[in-house]
Structure formats: C-alpha cells, structure tokens
C-alpha cells in the first residue's frame, strides 16, 4: 500500500518539501550539537531536562490519547468511531516515534539508548518506559496496517488482531503512568513527588489527543471528499471537555495540597511558575496564558451550543492542545527542576538550537502522519467511489 503515498496533488507534495526542508535544517543544527554537546541548549547543572524531555513528554500524552478511540469501538462497538480510529492509530504511531527521536537528541550520545535494551534494569523507570512505548509503537503499527489492508481488500481483519487490539488498550494507559512514574521516583524533587502526577498525566493525554485528533479530521473534512462523521468529532469533544475538567481538577488538588500543607520544598514551584520566586519570573505569562486558555476551552467545550459550532469546536481545540502543552511541556519540566532542592533559582530557557532540532523532529512526525494518512484516505475513498485518489 506505500505506493498509494507517491500519488497526490500538488499542494501535497509542497508540503511534503517543506516538511523535508525543516527536517534538514533541523539536522543540520543537531550536526552542530553532536559535535558541541550539549552546552549549545539551554540545560544546565540545575536544569537538566529541557525542551526535548518537555515535548517527549507531551507526546507520549498524545500517543496515549488514541486510547480514547480504540477502547469504545472495539470494546463496546460505538460505530461512530470505525471511520476514524485508524487515524487515531497512526496518529499514535507518529508521536512514537517523535518521542524515541527526542529521547536520542537529548542524549549526548544517541547509541547510549540502546544500551536500556542491551543492559536491562528492571528497577529503572527508564527500562520499563522504553519497553512500554517500544511494544505499544509495534501494536499500532501491527493493527493498523493489517485493519486497513483488510479494509483494502474488503475482507474482515483476521481473527489475531482482535488479542492485540485487547493488549494495546492497558499499555495505553500504561506508556503515560511509567513516564510519569520516572518523574514521581525523584523524591529530591517536591514538585513530582505526588501520587497524582500519573492520573493528572493521563488526564491531559486524553484532553489533548482528542483535541489533535478533532482537529485533523476537521482539516480532513474540510480539504477531502472524506468525512470522519459529525457524531464522532461530537463525541470526541465531549471526551476532550472531560478529559481537561479532570485535568484542572488534579491541578487545584495540587495547588490545595502544597499550600495548606505548608511545605516549602511543594510551594515553592508552584510559586515560581505562577508568581514568581526571588525576582524569577520566566515562566509566569505562559502558565497564566495556559490556565486562560484551558479554561476558555473548557468553557465552550461544556456549552452544547458551542460546542457543536464547527468554527469554535477548532479554536477549542487550539486552546485546549496549546494550554496544556504549556502545562505539561514547559511547567511540568521546568517547574520539577526551578527551585533547586537547595531553594536555589536557575531559570532555564530553551536556546535556538532546542527549538530549531525541536522543529526537525516535529516535522519528522508530520512527514510519518501524513504519509499514513494518505494511505488511509486513498483506501477510505476508494472504497467509497472505486478511484484512487
């Protein structure tokens, strides 16, 4: 079926140059890095989880958001979602990939990852988060190839897909607990150090996967003859406006916690993040601009009115996917680690070859997700009309 992905308009090849453009700047700036180390980022003693570990983070969160498509049709037959769960699938695959990509430019030598499988420690987080995102990778990859061929064909998938699609559905959930649970084993760190901190990560997963998944399929509605379904994108949003209530609660439960505990070493980071903390105050406007922004989607995502609106569904979704990338991507990491366990402030910006790399390994994951979706769509049309599109 990759042939299917050399067929296309020529909008669809401009877009494929220019992802492949930002891919080779993106690589020429990590040439630069391999050979500086990593002193060109903005990581430091203090801070040495940066940018990349933010956006590695977030994406497991997305990956693990297609959960929310899989476990109602396969286990409880909602119809509305067969047109689009595929997508969901390979949407998951992509941010994947993006997350082990991310995870081999944070290192200062890439071939370093392997030894978490040449060298197993079943008592690192790290180990088991490998492990995890690497089977839960090759099951999408698996399902969704052999259901879209089987759609292709215009057979019923084989029966072995059915076992698989039943393990995939746990190791959704659990891909985003291990990669919380590697932050929740940092005791020195107080702003990690909470038994939330796996559920508030599951809860943004499923605000802002949706929310991405809502917004490629209006995309695709809008720019092919295929239609995902206006009950499926309804119920996605729904699942979107639950999953960011939960995630503001477990946010409120933290803030409660922290301060009427009293405990400096749990309020001092929420403080720096949104008052700031001995004249540090970097991160202020963003996290205040996130709590805006998820809570205005909030809003209109529990108005049916608004909700049910195509044009203000999107700009939802937009809040709801740039608020909590800011909640998760820049306060979750940079919060742990700004104050010190020592009290000491070191603010940490991302520095131009971070986000230029960043943008690469973006782009990578743009490049597989279109390439997959074009696939999808040629077969889904094809079947609707009998010409490939």
């Known amino acids: 079926m990759l042939e299917l992905a050399l067929k296309g308009s020529k909008s669809y090849w401009i877009w494929i140059a220019g992802l492949c453009t930002i891919i080779g700047i993106g690589g020429v700036f990590y040439a630069d890095q391999l050979i500086n180390g990593l002193m060109v980022t903005g990581q430091s003693r203090d801070v040495s989880w940066g940018f990349y570990t933010a956006q590695m983070t977030y994406f497991v969160g997305v990956a693990a958001g297609g959960v929310m498509l899989v476990l109602p049709y396969y286990l409880h037959n909602y119809k509305a979602f067969g047109r689009i769960t595929i997508l969901g699938e390979f949407l998951a695959v992509a941010s994947i990939i993006m997350c082990f990509l991310y995870l081999l430019i944070h290192l200062g030598q890439p071939m370093r990852a392997l030894n978490v ?9 790290l180990f088991w988060d490998g492990n995890v995102l690497f089977i839960y990778l090759v099951l999408n990859i698996i399902i969704g190839w052999t259901v ?8 019923a998938p ?8 039943l393990i995939s559905i746990p190791m959704a959930f659990s ?33 802002a996967g949706p929310a991405l998944l809502i917004l490629l399929a209006m995309f695709i509605r809008r720019t092919t003859e295929f239609d995902p379904g206006k009950e499926a994108i309804h119920t996605l949003s729904l ?41 540090k105050s970097a991160l202020v406007p963003f996290m205040w601009a996130s709590l805006a922004a998820m809570g205005s989607g909030l809003i209109l995502l529990l108005i049916p009115k608004t909700r049910k609106n195509d044009t203000l569904l999107v700009f939802s979704c ?7 990338w800011i909640d998760k991507g820049l306060g979750m990491i940079a919060g742990g680690f ?14 131009l070859h ?36």
């Open 318 to 324: 937009i809040l709801v996917f740039a608020g909590t």
């Open 117 to 125: 499988f040449l060298h197993p420690t079943p008592w690192s987080m």
């Open 338 to 351: 700004v104050p010190s366990p020592l009290h000491h402030v070191t603010e940490y910006v991302p520095s």
């Open 175 to 207: 891909i985003h607990t291990v990669t919380a649970f590697i932050y929740c084993g940092l005791p020195g760190r107080g702003f990690w150090l909470t038994a939330v901190l796996a559920p508030r990560f599951l809860a943004s997963a499923f605000a």
């Open 158 to 165: 084989p029966f072995w897909t059915k076992p698989l699609i």
């Open 239 to 279: 699942i979107v406006a639950y999953g960011l209530l939960a995630n503001l609660f477990f946010l409120g439960c933290e803030v409660f916690v922290a301060f009427y505990s009293g405990i400096p070493s749990h309020m001092d980071h929420i403080k720096y993040l949104y008052t700031g903390l001995h004249g």
């Open 148 to 155: 879209l061929d089987a759609e292709r064909s215009g057979v």
């Open 354 to 389: 971070e986000i230029v790399i960043s943008a690469g390994v973006t782009a990578i994951g743009l490049l597989i997700l279109t390439v997959l979706y074009k696939i999808t769509l040629s077969v889904k049309l094809y079947n609707q009309s009998g010409v490939v599109q």
